[in-house]
Each structure stands twice: as structure tokens, then as C-alpha cells.
């Protein structure tokens, strides 16, 4: 009996990985990589305004709309990010952050 539930416990933990290596992610992991590309947009957006050549006295907004998303996380989770209507795919590679969500 001890054989068969120690048989059935590596089936379900061997399942579970499966699950997560086949591209299920996770809410935990969606969040985290929303807030990774939010800050690395606002990053992109700030260092373009203080390059020299604008004027901050004509209080141009930053052109920067698009990016690459941040390393660390897999293209799955971008894309899962454009299905749910989070992100904006622009072009091969860069997306946009989607206003109000």
C-alpha cells in the first residue's frame, strides 16, 4: 500500500512540473512580470526626456510607447500578458502597455 502512494505522489509532483515547464504560468508570475515591464517602460520613458537636445521648457512628452520586455521572463509570459489584453503587441519583439489596465 505504502508502494502505491509513494507511486501516485510522484505522478501528481511529476505532472505538476510538467504543467509549469508546458507554459501554465501562474497569476504570481504574470504580476511580477507586469510590474518588471511597467518599470523598465517608465525607466525607458525618463532616461529618454533627460537626454540632451530636449528642452524641458517645451514639455514634450517622452516618444518612447514600446519596448522590449525585460529579461528574466520567458516570451510565453509576454504573450499570455498580450492575450489578456495587458500588453499591446508592436512589432517583432516590443510591446505597449495597454492605458487603463
Excluded: C
Excluded at 510522484?10 to 511597467?38: C, P, Y
Excluded at 510565453?76 to 512589432?91: F, N, P, Q, T, V
Amino acid at each position: 500500500m505504502e508502494l502505491i502512494r509513494a507511486r501516485f505522489r510522484t505522478v501528481l509532483t511529476s505532472a505538476a512540473a510538467s504543467d509549469k515547464i508546458a507554459g501554465m504560468s501562474t497569476e504570481e508570475d504574470l504580476r511580477k512580470a507586469l510590474k518588471a515591464f511597467k518599470k523598465r517602460l517608465k525607466l525607458t520613458q525618463l532616461d529618454d526626456d533627460s537626454k540632451l537636445g530636449h528642452s524641458p521648457l517645451t514639455g514634450a512628452k517622452s516618444k518612447v510607447i514600446s519596448i522590449q520586455p525585460p529579461a528574466g521572463f520567458g516570451r510565453e509570459i509576454w504573450e499570455e500578458l498580450a492575450d489578456k489584453g495587458y500588453l499591446k503587441r508592436d512589432g517583432v519583439g516590443f510591446y505597449e502597455l495597454v492605458p487603463g489596465k
